[in-house]
């Protein structure tokens, strides 16, 4: 009964995810900047233009020839094979559509169109099992977004002020079930113009491949400006609707990030360390917990590991190597002797 | 005196500018509707015919124009609320070449896969009083020869064999407008309903 505090043993690859989610954001963000050039490079092929291209377009069609050379021999039909972006995509003869799409499309057509709901099956499974993943994992505008919390962080230090305002984080499934209505009424899907992701993908499309940035670009600007003048990670808090969609599908995820409270020191540094402003100090997890394991990274006792479990857990109390645990176990035991001092 | 003689003034006034917006004002009651004519704004092909269904099926994910092997889809990418990040094809400045591929890459029903013949992003209406040859001014058929669906959508005259003339077979990819080396463009994709091919046998 009066054992003193045990650690246990968590897996020791957990504490590396972050990086393995560093590189998955890099690597979707590198591929958006990249398929736009591969389109431009596939229709200077396909037009069989190159003495009439400018000198710097041509030097862009040799270092497009060079890096897609050993992939492909009629890169006119074979870069086919991957396109789009984010909101929807064809990898390989697989298509893949992000559910704000299929529920937005859904409003704004008021049909249902199956061939293309089916292409957000995928995505709606995961989300079902690892919750809202996307916006740790795979987001594009994550990728800016972490990048301008740093940003926030070098601000600081030099002295200037950043926002960290806290607002009510329900405002997002408002701005959903609101767009999603506005989506009905004007018959055009709206949310994606406000659903950063989205914004990346086309704007870089439209930047690289059509000869200039759209009006997306400006929304997703003031997005950032928003982040660092007013709430750290705001628009995603308080804001993004598709975060709203997946936080709701995620509500009876399987994969859940668990405090081993006989770890846990009460440092809080997961809680500072966290971009969705969740309590993980306390178990409060919820259904807004992208996974993005930042907070088993940060942990300096590894008091925080992977568990399947379709509920939230309760909240477990103080931890047991924490100033608060001992004094609550002291005061318990004060009628007892005590047989070591922890 | 200075009262009425303002109030002659302010009645002639009155009176001269209704006379004179009249006509323009019987003329605006008595014109035919004016139909936008998107010449410039034509949907990719295999595009849902009515343009609000397009609006509410299209998603604004960018693949039509991704996959365009000439890059010919542009996208309303600043402009008009609806329209915000949907298709389109200028044939003025690149013209669709009918590969189909972004028919076959839509997710949506907003551009579905049909058969070449069965496409109809409009219909090209020839003005005969500035096309070259119908103003005999030389030869020229670059609108014949660069279609891709030969003479079922546009052939010569009978009696002319330099002068253009547009059959029901068109699809409207704009390949003759982009071709066509008239700096005024007599040659334009209209809508099918207003081309002009029963009435002037065009």
Same mark, same amino acid.
């Given at each position: 009964? #009066?054992?003193?505090?045990?650690?246990?043993?968590?897996?020791?690859?957990?504490?590396?995810?972050?990086?393995?989610? +560093?590189?998955?954001?890099?690597?979707?963000?590198?591929?958006?900047?990249?398929?736009?050039?591969?389109?431009?490079?596939?229709?200077?092929?396909?037009?069989?233009?190159?003495?009439?291209?400018?000198?710097?377009?041509?030097?862009?069609?040799?270092? #497009?020839?060079?890096?897609?050379?050993? !992939?492909?021999?009629?890169?006119?039909?074979?870069?086919?094979?991957?396109?789009?972006?984010?909101?929807?995509?064809?990898? !390989?003869?697989?298509?893949?559509?992000?559910?704000?799409?299929?529920?937005?499309?859904?409003?704004?057509?008021?049909?249902?169109?199956?061939?293309?709901?089916?292409?957000?099956?995928?995505?709606?499974?995961?989300?079902?099992?690892? %919750?809202?993943?996307?916006?740790? +994992?795979?987001?594009?505008?994550? !990728?800016?977004?972490?990048?301008?919390?740093?940003?926030?962080? +070098?601000?600081?230090?030099?002295?200037?002020?950043?926002?960290?305002?806290? !607002?009510?984080?329900?405002?997002?499934?408002?701005?959903?079930?609101?767009?999603?209505?506005?989506?009905?009424?004007? %018959?055009?899907?709206?949310?994606? %113009?406000?659903?950063? /992701?989205?914004?990346?993908?086309?704007?870089?499309?439209?930047?690289?491949?059509?000869?200039?940035?759209?009006?997306?670009? *400006?929304?997703?600007?003031?997005?950032?400006?928003?982040?660092? #003048?007013?709430?750290?990670?705001?628009?995603?808090?308080?804001?993004?609707?598709?975060?709203?969609?997946?936080?709701?599908?995620?509500?009876?995820?399987? *994969?859940?990030?668990?405090?081993?409270?006989?770890?846990?020191?009460?440092?809080?540094?997961?809680?500072?360390?966290?971009?969705?402003?969740?309590? /993980?100090?306390?178990?409060?997890?919820?259904?807004?917990?992208?996974?993005?394991?930042?907070?088993?990274?940060?942990?300096?006792?590894?008091? #925080?590991?992977?568990?399947?479990?379709?509920?939230?857990?309760?909240?477990?109390?103080?931890?047991?190597?924490?100033?608060?645990?001992?004094?609550?176990?002291?005061?318990?035991?004060?009628?007892?002797?005590?047989?070591?001092?922890? | 005196?200075?009262?009425?003689?303002?109030?002659?003034?302010?009645?002639?006034?009155?009176?001269?500018?209704?006379?004179?917006?009249?006509?323009?004002?019987?003329?605006?009651?008595?014109?035919?509707?004016?139909?936008?004519?998107?010449?410039?704004?034509?949907?990719?092909?295999?595009?849902?015919?009515?343009?609000?269904?397009?609006?509410?099926?299209?998603?604004?994910?960018?693949?039509?124009? $991704?996959?365009?092997?000439?890059?010919?889809?542009?996208?309303?990418?600043?402009?008009?609320?609806?329209?915000?990040?949907?298709?389109?094809?200028?044939?003025?400045?690149?013209?669709?070449?009918?590969?189909?591929? =972004?028919?076959?890459?839509?997710?949506?029903?907003?551009?579905? $896969?049909?058969?070449?013949?069965?496409?109809?992003?409009?219909?090209?209406?020839?003005?005969?009083?500035?096309?070259?040859?119908?103003?005999?001014?030389?030869?020229?058929?670059?609108?014949?020869?660069?279609?891709?669906?030969? $003479?079922?959508?546009?052939?010569?005259?009978?009696?002319?064999?330099?002068?253009?003339?547009?059959?029901?077979? =068109?699809?409207?990819?704009?390949?003759?407008?982009?071709?066509?080396?008239?700096?005024?463009?007599?040659?334009?994709?209209?809508?099918?309903?207003?081309?002009?091919?029963?009435?002037?046998?065009?």
């Amino acid at each position: 009964m #009066m054992t003193a505090a045990v650690p246990k043993k968590t897996f020791f690859l957990w504490r590396h995810l972050n990086k393995l989610r +560093w590189l998955s954001l890099t690597l979707v963000f590198a591929t958006l900047l990249l398929l736009p050039a591969l389109h431009l490079y596939q229709t200077y092929v396909a037009a069989h233009a190159y003495d009439l291209l400018a000198p710097d377009e041509q030097r862009f069609y040799d270092v #497009m020839e060079t890096l897609t050379s050993p !992939f492909t021999n009629d890169p006119a039909e074979d870069l086919d094979a991957v396109k789009g972006t984010t909101w929807s995509a064809n990898l !390989f003869g697989l298509k893949l559509s992000d559910p704000l799409a299929a529920v937005g499309q859904v409003a704004a057509g008021r049909n249902l169109y199956t061939p293309f709901l089916l292409t957000a099956l995928i995505p709606v499974l995961f989300t079902l099992v690892l %919750g809202r993943f996307f916006c740790g +994992w795979i987001c594009p505008a994550t !990728f800016l977004y972490e990048l301008n919390t740093n940003l926030a962080v +070098w601000l600081r230090r030099l002295g200037l002020k950043t926002g960290n305002r806290r !607002f009510d984080r329900r405002i997002k499934y408002g701005v959903l079930g609101i767009g999603l209505l506005l989506s009905i009424i004007s %018959g055009s899907v709206l949310v994606a %113009g406000v659903y950063p /992701p989205a914004i990346i993908g086309r704007e870089a499309y439209y930047a690289i491949a059509q000869g200039g940035l759209g009006v997306g670009s *400006v929304f997703f600007v003031g997005t950032l400006l928003f982040d660092l #003048m007013v709430a750290r990670r705001g628009f995603c808090r308080y804001v993004c609707p598709g975060g709203a969609l997946y936080s709701l599908l995620g509500r009876f995820r399987l *994969v859940r990030i668990r405090r081993v409270v006989e770890n846990c020191n009460d440092c809080a540094k997961c809680n500072a360390v966290c971009e969705f402003a969740l309590d /993980p100090l306390h178990d409060d997890f919820g259904q807004e917990c992208n996974n993005c394991t930042a907070c088993i990274a940060v942990c300096p006792t590894d008091a #925080m590991t992977f568990t399947l479990q379709l509920s939230d857990i309760p909240a477990q109390g103080p931890g047991h190597l924490g100033h608060q645990y001992r004094k609550q176990r002291a005061g318990d035991a004060d009628d007892q002797p005590r047989q070591e001092v922890a | 005196m200075q009262r009425r003689r303002f109030l002659t003034r302010l009645a002639a006034t009155a009176a001269a500018t209704a006379a004179a917006a009249l006509p323009y004002g019987l003329n605006r009651l008595l014109a035919p509707p004016v139909q936008a004519a998107p010449r410039t704004h034509l949907r990719p092909p295999g595009a849902l015919a009515d343009d609000q269904a397009f609006i509410d099926a299209c998603i604004g994910c960018g693949l039509c124009g $991704e996959v365009c092997p000439p890059r010919c889809i542009r996208f309303h990418e600043r402009d008009g609320a609806g329209w915000l990040n949907t298709p389109y094809i200028n044939p003025e400045e690149k013209a669709c070449i009918l590969c189909n591929k =972004c028919m076959q890459v839509c997710p949506t029903e907003a551009l579905t $896969e049909i058969p070449r013949e069965d496409i109809d992003m409009g219909i090209a209406q020839i003005d005969r009083t500035a096309c070259y040859p119908w103003v005999d001014h030389g030869i020229c058929g670059a609108c014949v020869s660069v279609c891709p669906l030969g $003479e079922k959508a546009i052939n010569f005259a009978l009696w002319n064999q330099y002068r253009p003339v547009v059959q029901t077979g =068109c699809v409207g990819c704009g390949q003759c407008v982009e071709v066509c080396p008239h700096p005024s463009l007599p040659i334009a994709i209209v809508e099918r309903s207003e081309g002009t091919i029963t009435p002037h046998r065009i």
